[in-house]
Structure formats: C-alpha cells, structure tokens
C-alpha cells in the first residue's frame, strides 16, 4: 500500500496528481488526512481522505509513503506525530520515500538526506541538511524521491509509477495521458 499525507495546506497537484497516476498504474493508494478526513489544501480545494491519522498503522503493508508540499501543508505534515512514526519506519524497513516542493524540508530537518542527492523548491535548500541539491524536477537517491515542485507533479508521480510498477508501464501511462 501506498500512503499519501495530506494536512491543512497541502499543495493539490503535488498531492493528487501521484494519487491518480499510481492508481491508474494498478496501485492501491490510501489518502491519510491529518486530524481530520477532510482536509483543505493550499488552494481552497477540499479533500475527502480515505483515512485519517487516527486510525493509520504502520505494518508491514506500506510500500511507500508521499508528502506532498505545499504551505502551510508541509509545517503541518512536520509536526504531525503520525507522519514522523511512519517516515522512522519507511527509513528503519527500506521503504519508498517520496517527498515534493518543501516537502523534503521534512526529510532534511530529520536527517535523512545527509550524503544524498535531494531536489526541493527553489528557496528549501538549506532545509536539506546535509544532500547535494540537484535542482532536477525529480531525483531519485536510493529509497528517497524527491520533487521540485507542481510543476513537476506529473513528472515525478510518473516516476513513482514506473518504481512501483515497471519501467513500461510508467511509459505508457505517459503516452496514453498525452505526456510526450
């Protein structure tokens, strides 16, 4: 199972749209609301969970877990006790992190991009302690992916497809999208 973190101030595309390519590739995709099933993103744009951090567990089920940007979505993911007990465990059971816009602030204040190559929004940098930024609209270090930002959703939702699935299939949701 794939979890996507959503708190009050979330950015939408960069949320949504890994949601909707994950789950066109055949992934199951659980949304995970932040204190409440319905959660307002930084937009206006209001989002029914299938979840919530109250009744989320981490077991042996996660594959991956996304945080999408977003302010103040990306303080609120930071802060949120339920996100830091599943980021300790993607990074103690190797699993997927992936991470978009200022998200990967959350990362880097944890520590966990220390000599990894990380990309955030221009302006986060210095949020990632210890990575080499790379200023790429995706890069993938190991089990840690991270994003630039909304513009880069789709780039970076067709890159969790093709690891979570297979190099093909990721091809040709880009090509039946009108991607190429």
Known sequence: MIYVFLAEGFEEVEALTPV???????????????????????????????????????????????LPGGMPGTLNLEADKTVQEAIDYCINNDKYIAAICAAPSVLGHK??????????????EKELTGASYTGELVT???????????????????????????????????ASLQCK
């Not at 994950?22 to 959660?39: F, N």
């Not at 966990?112 to 986060?124: E, Q, R, S, W, Y």
């Not at 067709?158 to 297979?166: D, Q, S």
Request: charged share 20%; aromatic share 4%; glycine share 14%.
């Open 140 to 174: 993938v270090d190991g089990n840690i992916i991270t994003g630039k930002g909304a513009g880069a959703a789709m780039k970076f939702a067709l890159k969790l497809a093709e690891i979570m699935t297979t190099v093909e299939k990721a091809h040709s949701l880009e």
């Open 20 to 66: 909707d390519i994950l789950r066109r590739a055949g992934k199951e995709v659980c949304t995970v609301g932040i204190g409440s099933q319905i959660i307002k993103g930084s937009h206006g744009i209001s989002v029914v969970c299938d979840s919530d951090n109250g009744i989320f567990k981490c077991d042996d089920n996660v594959e991956m877990i996304i």
């Open 111 to 124: 520590g966990i991009l220390v000599g990894k190559n990380a990309t955030c929004f221009p302006g986060f």
